[in-house]
């Protein structure tokens, strides 16, 4: 063990970033969908780049029939010496911790909590977008999934799910019903639907494996005396569990500067990777590197009910409080029992529009490049895909919705064009964004040539424009670079009103 305080991060967490930094396309579907799972991801990686002595996660991620490298991979590549790789102990290779009577006993509760899960809405939302993104990776096509005599089924995942019928028989109906709904009706270009007991038989081994995991990574902490970074489903099942066996475990609050917002705040990159190349900057600047060294301490952050020791804790986490002071977005991490539960304590709606500058496909209201074909201008008004979500945050409906109204003002559009064709290569954008302004510029450029140009097709390009400099960072504007710009913005969006 390097430092007592390393991370141990669930291989989900890391598989999650990478998908957002490669754009894996496994779930190029369904990310901007499952935005909160991935944003979440991306804060617990970073703060345990900052925070933690190191960071450890296997490095056998779970790979699919025609996927068997996966993102985390290059995850692990970026984070370099700050990971460090493990290894579960054999016997628990195939689900071994099932035969274990104290380890089966603890996963049977789990399950059983279940129950509390799907009673709430608020808890029940990680848990969807984690199956919704199970379900692009692993779900699969297979045969079996759609014919209703089947029985043994045939998931896309290279590595298979635990089982055991007598503890998946105990997972909640409820719990079973409310994932199912949220998974795909049918194989991609399948006629033939799912069958109901394909998909429950998915959601039922999926949860058993997730839990089991959980307990897997549980015995390597106590171990190694490593400290969790729990995916977000699994945070909630530490809370259900301690609240029902009102568990009074010892803990230490900690307030602490939040990375990922830092980073982001910090940077006018549109580099996906870059940008956690600014996070592992971070580690050996202020108040970063003061924070990471206190919390190696082992004689602070082991929790016994010594005065001597409480009174010591107590200073170090006041000095961490006013390293962090005037601070307006901070993490609040409660360290309890080898578990660092983090929360986000800052503006939700501003930490997504951070993110979704640098990675758009975050944005349910972003357009694909993809989807987009200049030379044939009819293709301009590519329908996005979205969702409509209700008062307790569950997906209700989807639809394919269009993005801006009809668009008739020729003179103003010729202005902005024509603006962007001379300056807009002074602005600094990704790969994949320049490429889109330019395309979507010199596909206006074809269409203002035309006698009676296609509003509908003026109206999707006006919108693309609008979403890729509408996030340019203020900073750079700021800078007097680009102060043409937020006029030419703000006409953008008066003609998509």
């Known amino acids: 063990m390097s430092g007592y305080f390393t991370l141990a991060y669930d ?110 809405s608020l808890w029940l939302r990680p848990f969807r977008d984690w199956i919704v993104r199970e379900a692009a990776k692993y779900l699969g096509s297979d045969e079996s999934l759609v014919d209703p005599e089947a029985t043994n ?27 199912r709904q949220h998974l795909p009706k049918s194989p991609p270009k399948g006629r033939r639907p799912y069958t109901e007991r394909a998909l429950d038989a998915f959601v039922r081994r999926n949860a ?14 106590q171990v190694e005396r490593y400290w969790r970074m729990p995916h977000a ?32 705040q910090g940077s006018a990159s549109y580099n996906r990777q870059e940008l956690i190349e600014a996070v592992l900057n971070f580690r050996g600047t202020s108040p970063f590197k003061e924070v990471r060294a206190i919390l190696a301490d082992e004689d602070l952050m082991i929790l016994e009910p010594l005065p001597a020791k409480e009174e010591a804790a107590n200073k170090w986490l006041a000095q961490i409080s006013n390293l962090t002071h005037g601070d307006d977005v901070v993490d609040s991490a409660r ?27 975050l944005d349910p209201t972003h357009t694909r490049t993809a989807n987009i074909t200049m030379g044939d201008t009819r293709n301009f008004n590519a329908p996005i895909a979205s969702y409509v979500e ?26 902005i ?26 596909g206006l450029t074809r269409l203002l040539r035309e006698e009676k140009p296609e509003a509908s097709a003026l109206s999707a390009g006006i919108a693309t424009l609008r979403r890729i400099l509408e996030h340019v960072p203020s900073v750079v504007i700021a800078h007097g670079v680009l102060n043409w710009l937020p006029p030419l913005v703000e006409k953008l969006k008066a003609l998509c009103s």
């Open 335 to 361: 360290l309890t029992a080898n578990y660092t539960l983090r929360e986000f304590q800052g503006r939700q709606d501003e930490l997504e529009r951070q993110v979704v500058r640098v990675f758009p496909d």
């Open 233 to 264: 489903g699994r945070a909630i099942l530490r809370e259900v569990s301690a609240t029902r066996t009102q568990a009074q475990s010892r803990l230490r609050n900690l307030v602490a500067r939040h990375a990922l917002s830092s980073a982001l």
């Open 11 to 120: 291989g989900i967490i890391l598989n999650s970033v990478g998908e957002v930094l490669v754009e894996d396309p496994k779930t190029d579907t369904v990310r901007a969908r499952c935005r909160s799972h991935y944003i979440r991801a991306l804060e617990d990686l970073a703060f345990g780049i900052v925070y933690g002595t190191k960071i450890t996660s296997t490095s056998n991620f779970r790979g699919s029939e025609d996927q068997r490298m996966q993102p985390g991979d290059e995850v692990i590549k970026l984070l370099g010496n700050v990971f460090e790789p493990h290894r579960f102990p054999v016997e628990f290779h195939g689900g071994g911790l099932l035969r274990q009577e104290r380890y089966r006993s603890a996963i049977k509760n789990d399950v059983k909590n279940l129950v509390e899960i799907s009673n709430s």
């Open 417 to 442: 064009v024509a603006e962007l064709s001379k300056r807009g290569g002074e602005i600094h954008l990704a790969n994949d964004e320049r490429k889109a302004l330019d395309e979507t510029v010199a």
């Open 208 to 221: 058993l494996t997730y839990i089991t995991i959980m307990w897997e990574y549980h015995h390597i902490c």
């Open 153 to 179: 089924y045939g998931f896309d995942a290279a590595q298979p799910y635990y089982r055991d019928e007598g503890i998946e028989n105990l997972i909640d109906k409820n719990f079973v019903d409310s994932l």
């Open 390 to 415: 209700g008062n307790a945050g569950e997906i209700t409906a989807h639809q394919e919705v269009a993005t801006y109204q009809t668009v008739n003002d020729l003179s103003v559009i010729r202005e």
